[in-house]
């Protein structure tokens, strides 16, 4: 694995939310803050329903004894352009992110009505990565950029006013929650670096270098899974805060980069047009989107364990 290849990774991530040029507003956000029927479930698409660049969808998942089964997948944002880096609120709604123009605003699904609603509005800057914070009480985090250069930790607490939480680290890319005292900071840099912050001090501790783009809060425990990049096999690593140690967790699937957790602690990895899970020391798939000619990238399971969102593509 090449010492470049986290680097380029990140800047191509990034690279949406600064040089891409206009794009199309999405259909169920034209004209208000909440569209007027907001993105529905829609049925499973056909060949002409997949629009190009990157879109949220939504899958059915179920347990059968040791096993997990997904299926019934929707387009909830279907239209061109970037919708991406989902992630579902303790309520179990699901947060978004859409570029519009040259930037990126978060945009939050109600599972109920079925209406998207936007969260932020910043016309000189973009917001990415939503993320709920622990014990906040349906308080956010998430990361703003006026540049590529200038990524900070945000956080937005239940009807207050948004606020910058470190001011002086950055740039930050992506970040996850370890408990409400303590982050992970994913750093643009060359090699790429995880760090884990005390909020109360601001003391930093770096885990890991070379590490992929989606770090991830391990369910019932103080850590944060991340993928290492580094060496011949990528592989899917933990920190754990209260041991103080890297611990190794499986190998990423030939072709994977994104890795998510359900709920009661199963890990899910993202390959090509399929979603695996980790049981018995080795992956399984779960489910396989190669017939809606997609390739899959970001996962998110909602707190119920009941839903499945990916990042879906046309694969071509």
């Known amino acids: 694995m090449s010492q470049n290849h986290s680097l380029r990774s990140a800047i191509i991530a990034l690279l949406p939310y600064f040089l891409i040029p206009a794009l199309l507003m999405p259909e169920w956000a034209s004209g ?27 899958l059915d998942l179920e347990r059968d004894g040791a096993e997990l089964r997904a299926g019934n997948p929707r387009n909830l944002t279907q239209r061109p352009g970037y919708d991406n880096q989902p992630f579902f609120t303790a309520e179990g709604d699901l ?3 859409v570029m519009e123009g040259e930037k990126t605003d978060i945009w939050r699904w109600d599972s109920d009505s079925e209406v998207a609603v936007r969260l932020t509005d910043t016309p000189e800057e973009g917001e990415f990565s939503p993320t709920p914070i622990p014990g906040s009480g349906g308080g956010i985090s998430y990361i703003r950029s006026r540049t590529d250069t200038s990524g ?4 937005t607490p239940p009807g207050g006013e948004a606020e910058v939480i470190f001011p002086d680290i950055g740039p930050v890319g992506y970040h996850a929650w370890f408990d409400d005292g ?14 884990v912050v005390a909020l109360a001090t601001q003391e930093r501790k770096t885990i890991a270098t070379n590490v992929g783009r989606s770090p991830q809060s391990v369910p019932q425990r103080r850590a ?11 592989a899917i690593k933990a920190y754990d805060l209260d041991l103080e140690r890297n611990e ?20 899910l ?14 992956w399984h798939a779960l489910v396989d989107l190669a017939h809606l000619g997609l390739r899959l990238s970001r996962l998110a399971v909602s707190p119920d364990g009941s839903r499945l969102a ?3 593509e046309p694969a071509g």
Not at 249 to 267: I, N, S, V, Y
Not at 269 to 282: K, L, P
């Open 269 to 282: 990895a993202s390959a090509g047009s399929r979603v695996f899970a980790w049981r018995d020391d080795q």
């Open 248 to 267: 190794m967790l499986a190998r990423l699937p030939e072709g994977g980069d994104f890795h998510a957790w359900t709920p009661d602690g199963t890990l």
């Open 182 to 195: 303590h982050v992970a900071l994913w750093l643009l840099q060359e090699p790429s670096k995880l760090q």
């Open 32 to 58: 208000a803050a909440a569209g007027p029927q907001g993105p529905t479930t829609a049925e499973p698409a056909a060949a002409g329903l997949v629009p190009e660049g990157t879109d949220v969808w939504l």
């Open 152 to 155: 900070r930790l945000w956080r």
């Open 310 to 312: 990916v990042v879906a």
């Open 224 to 234: 944060v899974s991340y993928t290492q990049l580094a060496g011949a096999d990528p």
């Open 95 to 97: 947060m978004f992110v």
